[in-house]
């Protein structure tokens, strides 16, 4: 597609409830990103995909998140047993390959609210 | 560690004139990348100039520019003729070769600009 595409756009469910996120990089981006950002505050960065090499799961808050990629291409990001403190917006990014100089773009992401 | 600041959480800025947001970087590693993106009220993250630590000069995108000073590790955004869409969260971004085993981007807390008209 033309850009990454998250899904859904919004995402409201009850305390305890597992979530399951989706996103389609952009096609060819070998590297995809997940984010986290609370209501006024910067990204945090959750986990990173590069090809086929293992992710870097160093950002995910909790054993309750979880990540993951088929090949090159889409990504799911599963919440399990969620906390009202997981309401934030989900952002995905991917970009042409994980180096120095190539841009991350990002798609509109996934406002989810825990009631 | 790397980390980048943004020391502006807000700025208001009157329609037409030039703006620079500030940001500033701290990496101990020589290949770098600084990034800068806008987040409007809509939320989407919109990717805006690219400054390469090894290149010559400095970046510009149609009215972006990049102040870039390596000593000082300084890598100001400058938005000429500012106009109202450009309201918005403003973000500074750094990429190292190596950043904790990988090449995420490591975020500033952002610039809320408001432009008056």
């Known amino acids: 597609g033309a850009g990454v595409s998250q899904s859904p756009s919004n995402k409201v469910t009850e305390k305890g409830k597992d979530v399951e996120l989706r996103c389609d990089p952009i096609?060819?981006?070998?590297?995809l990103y997940w984010y986290r950002q609370r209501l006024g505050q910067g990204l945090e960065f959750l986990i990173y995909f590069q090809g086929n090499s293992a992710p870097d799961k160093s950002g995910l808050p909790s054993d309750r998140f979880s990540a993951e990629r088929t090949g090159e291409s889409v990504s799911t990001l599963t919440i399990q047993r969620t906390q009202q403190e997981d309401s934030a917006v989900y952002l995905c990014?991917?970009?042409?390959?994980?180096?120095?100089?190539?841009?991350?773009?990002f798609g509109d992401g996934t406002r989810l609210s825990i009631l | 560690a790397q980390k980048i600041t943004q020391t502006q959480p807000g700025m208001f800025v009157q329609e037409k004139e030039a703006v620079t947001l500030d940001c500033t970087y701290d990496?101990?590693?020589?290949?770098?990348?600084l990034f800068w993106y806008k987040q409007p009220s809509s939320g989407e993250m919109i990717f805006l100039i690219y400054q390469g630590s090894y290149d010559q000069q400095n970046a510009t995108e149609g009215r972006y520019s990049l102040n870039f000073q390596k000593a000082r590790k300084s890598a100001n955004l400058v938005i000429s003729a500012s106009q109202l869409g450009d309201s918005a969260m403003y973000f500074c971004a750094m990429r190292g070769r190596r950043v904790d085993s990988n090449y995420q981007l490591i975020w500033g807390a952002g610039t809320k600009l408001i432009i008056k008209p």
């Open positions: 990496t101990s590693d020589p290949s770098y990348g």
């Open positions: 096609s060819g981006h070998t590297a």
């Open positions: 990014a991917s970009s042409a390959q994980g180096t120095v100089n190539q841009p991350q773009h």
